[in-house]
């Protein structure tokens, strides 16, 4: 059987290395070609790379945690797709494979990859079943969502609880293990605090009533100084996603001039007008929030302003107006931030919208989205409504010109001539590049948006 090395692809967009998070496959399993084989997280996504070939898995290289770089082998697989070669190049002389011996044994007796579907290699992930422990009830034994459900079910079940053992009878001293550094120097300290609290009892005279400050015993300093020598702290290991935005955002803030202009605008139509929405959506069990409106917003703005959907080409000294509108989405996800990318903006409806951003913001958190769909935005736009806050500078998601984060709708007193009413208050933060925007075009780009936001029914006028 031939080796077959299975190197860190080259899958573009600037990646030149990855995280090893999780082998799907151990050490003598065979497997199928194009087999999920490793998840890799890379600074857009985590990626399931697929075997490149039929055989065994001979020697797995690049462990769990690693930081592989592009062409670095991973894995090397022993197949019998491929004619082994000799020193000399030419390929070597091999028994038939119907012919009975060493290798034919062995290759009965290595370990079967349980037969399931990405999908639901992917569920039972989630649930925490080994699906070798699964039997499935699918065409051929193939493993289906059902029966890792009913793995599940049963590893939940409560095992019979044992009687409690009977209680010890109480002791004057503890007895502490010898090899137990810690807790001894615990016991010791107390010990010694003991003896110092009577030693200070005796000489120390009693407070005065009128005393700015009472006088606590020494014994309480000594606790917390034997607890605390006890505590430890938690480290966790700066991977994945979050060193990945780590990257991300280093690089932007070392390489972009970062300027954040803040407004203030009078939502109460769009609130209004999101409710008439939502009362027309209902008898289809949909509804829309704010975001969708804000980014068909954001096009019409940035199509007034066509800096703010820009690149700037350093080394051929040009600012690039971009003539797409992809907008980035920045979804919170429990594994990191993730920006999912909302295509051609322009071209979709308030309600298209609204289903695309479903889609991406689903797929971030279960981490199934693919790696399109997390590259090529032209703007960013982060929304902090739903978890509230009133200002904050976003980073822009560099190589972009900007980035918009819109916050809570509050409901706020305003003045509205000469008199004081209680209107629906949305705050705008937007972060720009001073290298291609100046603080006025800002400003003239926010006024804009707060024109359409105030009066949505404006935006009727663009649509086509």
């Known amino acids: 059987m031939a080796e077959v090395e299975f190197r860190l692809p080259d899958v573009g967009e600037g990646i030149h290395e990855a995280e090893i998070v999780r082998w799907l496959v151990e050490e003598g399993e065979r497997v199928n070609e194009l087999d999920p084989l490793v998840e890799v997280q890379t600074d857009k996504a985590l990626v399931e790379l697929p075997a490149p070939a039929t055989g065994v898995v001979s020697r797995i290289l690049a462990m769990p945690g690693a930081i592989a770089r592009v062409g670095e082998v991973l894995v090397v697989l022993k197949s019998s797709g491929l004619k082994p070669t000799t020193p000399s190049g030419h390929p070597a002389r091999t028994a038939p494979e119907n012919a009975p011996g060493e290798a034919q044994v062995a290759r009965l007796q290595e370990p079967r990859r349980p037969k399931a579907t990405p999908g639901v290699r992917h569920y039972a992930r989630q649930l925490g079943v080994d699906l070798s422990n699964v039997k499935g009830t699918g065409r051929d034994g193939r493993i289906r969502k059902e029966d890792v459900d009913l793995a599940a079910r049963a590893a939940a079940r409560p095992e019979p609880a044992e009687p409690p053992e009977p209680a010890e009878p109480a002791v004057r001293r503890r007895t502490l293990p010898q090899d137990d550094a810690n807790t001894s120097l615990l016991w010791s300290a107390v010990r010694q605090a003991e003896r110092e609290r009577?030693?200070?009892?005796?000489?120390?005279?009693?407070?005065?009533?009128?005393?700015?400050?009472?006088?606590?015993?020494?014994?309480?300093?000594?606790?917390?100084?034997?607890?605390?020598?006890?505590?430890?702290?938690?480290?966790?290991?700066?991977?994945?996603i979050r060193r990945a935005t780590a990257e991300q955002v280093k690089r932007s803030a070392f390489t972009v001039p970062h300027v954040t202009a803040f407004d203030e605008c009078d939502a109460t139509e769009l609130v209004r007008l999101r409710a008439k929405w939502n009362q027309a959506l209902e008898p289809v069990g949909q509804r829309v929030s704010?975001?969708?409106?804000?980014?068909?917003?954001?096009?019409?703005?940035?199509?007034?302003?066509?800096?703010?959907?820009?690149?700037?080409?350093?080394?051929?000294?040009?600012?690039?107006?971009?003539?797409?509108?992809h907008i980035g989405i920045a979804v919170d996800t429990p594994h990191g931030l993730f920006v999912p990318v909302l295509r051609h903006a322009d071209e979709l409806t308030v309600q298209e919208i609204g289903e695309e951003i479903y889609r991406l913001s689903a797929g971030a958190r279960a981490r199934t989205l693919k790696p399109e769909d997390l590259r090529g935005s032209t703007f960013s736009i982060t929304n902090m409504g739903p978890i509230g806050s009133l200002f904050a500078t976003p980073i822009i998601n560099y190589p972009e010109v900007a980035i918009l984060c819109v916050h809570q709708i509050q409901r706020k007193p305003v003045v509205i001539g000469d008199d004081i009413r209680i209107r629906d208050v949305l705050t705008l933060s937007l972060s720009f590049d001073h290298r291609v925007i100046d603080g006025a075009m800002s400003v003239r780009f926010l006024n804009h948006l707060k024109a359409l936001i105030e009066d949505p029914e404006r935006l009727m006028l663009e649509l086509r």
């Open 290 to 325: 704010y975001l969708p409106f804000l980014i068909k917003a954001t096009v019409s703005t940035l199509k007034a302003f066509p800096y703010f959907n820009a690149r700037l080409d350093e080394e051929a000294q040009e600012i690039e107006l971009l003539s797409n509108y």
């Open 198 to 240: 009577q030693r200070h009892t005796r000489v120390q005279p009693p407070a005065e009533p009128d005393a700015d400050t009472v006088r606590k015993p020494y014994l309480e300093r000594v606790d917390r100084l034997a607890e605390e020598r006890g505590r430890q702290s938690t480290r966790v290991p700066f991977r994945g």
